[in-house]
DNA sequence: ACAACAATGTAGACTATGACAACAAAGATG
DNA sequence: CATCTTTGTTGTCATAGTCTACATTGTTGT
């Protein structure tokens, strides 16, 4: 189902030159930015209709190009959802490291903004954050995600340093005390989007995580 | 591609009656517990393949049946992920639950216990536990899925209950207490299916995260 | 025994998708 | 302005999910 009749050497169409403009809106050939253009109108259906709803041919045409242009910047699905994977972990950065400025200069504010906002992401974005941590058991983590995620943990591997400095968590390898924190963080979203615990629960929960957090910090080593 | 050519009333095919058996195994026209067969066949490919690869019609040619087939016990592909999802809740809830009782009786060894127990869930069966935590914000959360995951976390809760009663944890609602360790415990899963975290750095997490939970849990409510 | 009836499988059709290849159009480059 | 590269387009193929009509078997009530 062509939407324009294939315009072939034989055929030119209606030689819609530069003149025949009456009809169609008349779109350029070229889209000008088409994978910003797919990336945006897959975030939008990703959090209303899920992951598994994705299709790229459905972008394609919500976006108004043809059905092969998507492969042109992404070479298959899954290269598609790497690269939105790879784009909220930035997005979670950015708000997490606003919402620690935000919290001003005391570490425990910080670590409670922080916290917060991992939550508020996972709840509005929660189909994206599944896709940022479907693991796919895929042997190639591609380089470009796995940097993103980094980047986005070293916001909180700055708060835990900030922490020891201030005297307020233990000393020790900050990798080793921040990834109990975002774990920690993590398995409340992850309640969360599977639906184990209601969004009226979260607020009490992600308190709670982050007293545990804290209280286990000051304690003396076991 | 009929396997066998289709009797039709016309042509009987070659009458294989009670008789005829060499040329084929002769499968009976009723597999007798499809449902089961489905099931196992597609816990192994989503071990070996993940669940983006479970197909039906695949699983239906694999277990020796036409494709329409799976439709008599599942009437689409989401529902057989739950019913995946649901039997995944019910072995981890065993499981939890030997671990837990083979751990003695005291209550921190049976801490450590379930929550190896879990993570060594998480490492064989990856996807199916990221099968388990998909949200997939839908709306109908089937009540046998919700009930079989309500189950596993009820070990959980009887631990907490025990830890309680022998003063080891301090007092409050169970559940809350119990939430707080299930989103840990949940949350290294999650960082290790998600490959953010090495299968070596595992069992420093899960025991960074119990002793945390230990720690935090004995000192004084701040 | 046997005649309905329900449960379970089969076969075919339809639409949609992802992936690929051959071709067309526009930009970039010298 | 000729050539090369990038980006879109169109057509094709295999496969999937789902639905419908039909076949076979098991079950049940009489």
Do not use: C, W
């Amino acid at each position: 189902m062509p939407v324009r009749a294939a315009p072939t050497a034989e055929h030119p169409g209606e030689s819609e030159g530069k003149n025949a403009r009456a009809t169609t809106p008349e779109r350029p050939y070229h889209h000008g930015n088409l994978r910003t253009a797919l990336l945006e109108q897959a975030e939008r259906t990703l959090r209303e209709r899920g992951a598994q709803e994705l299709s790229l041919r459905e972008l394609a045409r919500e976006v108004g190009v043809s059905h092969g242009a998507p492969r042109r910047h992404f070479a298959d699905r899954q290269a598609l959802l790497d690269a939105l994977a790879q784009a909220g972990f930035e997005r979670l950065g950015e708000q997490l490291s606003t919402a620690a400025e935000g919290a001003g200069e005391d570490f425990e504010p910080r670590l409670r903004a922080i916290a917060s906002a991992y939550v508020r992401f996972a709840t509005r974005d929660a189909a994206l954050l599944e896709l940022m941590f479907a693991g796919k058991h895929r042997e190639q983590v591609p380089g470009a995600l796995h940097e993103a995620a980094e980047h986005a943990f070293g916001v909180m591997l700055a708060l835990i340093e900030q922490g020891q400095r201030e005297g307020a968590l233990q000393d020790g390898e900050p990798e080793r005390v921040g990834l109990v924190l975002f774990a920690t963080i993590q398995g409340i979203a992850s309640l969360l989007t599977s639906g184990l615990v209601r969004e009226d629960q979260l607020d009490e929960l992600v308190a709670d995580g982050v007293a545990y957090f804290l209280r286990a910090s000051r304690s003396p080593t076991g």
